[in-house]
Every structure is written in structure tokens, then in C-alpha cells.
């Protein structure tokens, strides 16, 4: 079972819905997946209340709890965990950080944001585990150009020392509109540009995850 867990210090960065977005993305993919709600709004374990599949399923979960809840997933052959941790949470996104494969640290293209999630990034390095840092909620294009407040965001975020997604996601309707009908965006609009967003961003993700197939894939070209 490999594990992800994704980070924030700051409220309303869109961590919980990028969180269960990923998880939709990889049950489509023909994965098993657990989520471990570490936020105590539990706003994923809400979500799920609302979904006819249990796939994704949604535990609740704690600093104290998490290894548990982690090792009762693999035990139930779950092929991935995705840790939602709260914000401002150190200690139990320590504990997150210490399971975890891959971590993504989740952040809106704002100065405060990223200012913000230099204590996350520290942790991670600190770790040893991968990181991949994801900007969220960007502005939408105007006229085809790209809002020079993404520029300065991905300059300022070359110092936390982790590679930036290529894709960014943007503010859309589509992410709120779905979360009220327990669905992921894939689900809700799979032809729309959020659903394409969130299935390029895990494509990024799950080669991250399961090098091997990166590498199957190599071969067979």
C-alpha cells in the first residue's frame, strides 16, 4: 500500500478537496483507497456520507490513532491511503509525514500561503520523503495570459526546494459544485476542465508513487 499525505498551514487552501479529488482519480483508476480524516472539521468523512460508492472509504483519525487506521487499510488490501491532515497541525502531520511516500504540499498562489508553509516544508525534508508542492485556486487565464500572481508565486516557491507540479488547478466552480453531491469533479463533469486537471495532476502523482510503472512504460516505448 503506498501512502500520501497532503499539507497545509493555512485554512482554505482547498487541502480536503484536492485530497478527495485525488482519491475519486485513483478509484477510477481501478484502486483501492482509503482516506485517514486527520482534520477535526472531518470534512472528508462528511463528503463521504453523501457518496453511494465506498470507494474511496473515509477514516477517521488522529495523531494517536493514525498507525492503526494505516495498518487496518493495508490489512483490508487497500492499494493506497491518502492522509488528509489539519492545518497548522504539526504533530500529527509529523506522524503523517513519518508514513508517507509522497508528500504534497497544498498552497493558493499568495504570499501568506506560501510564507506559511515553510514550517510543512521543513518537516518533509527533514523526513527524507518526497515532496511535490501544488498550487491551488490560481486565477483563470484572461485573454490567454496567465495572472503575473502565478509567476511570483512559483519564483517564491523554488525556496521551499521541491519541484512544482506542472499542473496547477484552478479556481473552479466545478470542485464546490461536486462536493455537495459527494462526487469528485471526475465523476460530477468527467469531460469538463476541472475533471481534466485533477486527472493530469494524479497521472503526476501516481508516477511519482509507482515508479516502476514510469519505467514499464520506458521499456515498452
Same mark, same amino acid.
Given at each position: ?5 497532503? #499539507? ?5 487552501? @482547498?487541502?480536503?478537496? &484536492?485530497?478527495?479529488? #485525488? ?17 477535526? !472539521? ?38 493506497? &491511503? ?45 523526513? @527524507? ?15 490567454? !495570459? ?32 461536486? &462536493? ?42
Amino acid at each position: 500500500m503506498r501512502k500520501l499525505v497532503l #499539507l497545509s498551514r493555512k485554512g482554505g487552501t @482547498g487541502k480536503t478537496t &484536492l485530497s478527495v479529488n #485525488l482519491a475519486v482519480a485513483a478509484a477510477r483508476e481501478g484502486l483501492s483507497v482509503s482516506i485517514a480524516d486527520l482534520d477535526l !472539521q472531518g470534512s472528508a468523512g462528511a463528503w463521504a456520507a453523501l457518496r453511494k460508492s465506498t470507494n474511496p472509504e473515509v477514516r477517521s483519525a488522529n495523531g494517536g490513532t493514525l498507525f492503526p487506521v494505516a495498518n487496518a487499510a493495508e490489512r483490508a488490501g487497500k492499494q493506497l &491511503l491518502i492522509m488528509d491532515t489539519p492545518a497548522g497541525g504539526d504533530a500529527i502531520s509529523g506522524a503523517a509525514i513519518r508514513l508517507a511516500d509522497l508528500a504534497i504540499l497544498v498552497c493558493r498562489p499568495s504570499y501568506f500561503d506560501l510564507a506559511a508553509l515553510v514550517p510543512a516544508a521543513q518537516a518533509v525534508r527533514a523526513s @527524507g520523503c518526497p515532496g511535490l508542492l501544488v498550487l491551488n485556486q490560481a486565477p483563470p487565464r484572461r485573454g490567454g !495570459q496567465e495572472s503575473a500572481v502565478i509567476g511570483r508565486a512559483v519564483e517564491a516557491a523554488k525556496v521551499l526546494g521541491f519541484p512544482i507540479a506542472p499542473v496547477g488547478l484552478r479556481a473552479r466552480v466545478a470542485y464546490q459544485e461536486s &462536493l455537495w453531491r459527494g462526487q469528485g469533479v471526475m465523476e460530477f463533469e468527467p469531460r469538463g476542465t476541472a475533471a481534466a486537471e485533477i486527472g493530469r495532476l494524479w497521472s503526476e502523482v501516481s508516477d511519482q508513487l509507482w515508479p516502476a510503472r514510469v519505467e514499464l512504460r520506458g521499456a515498452a516505448e
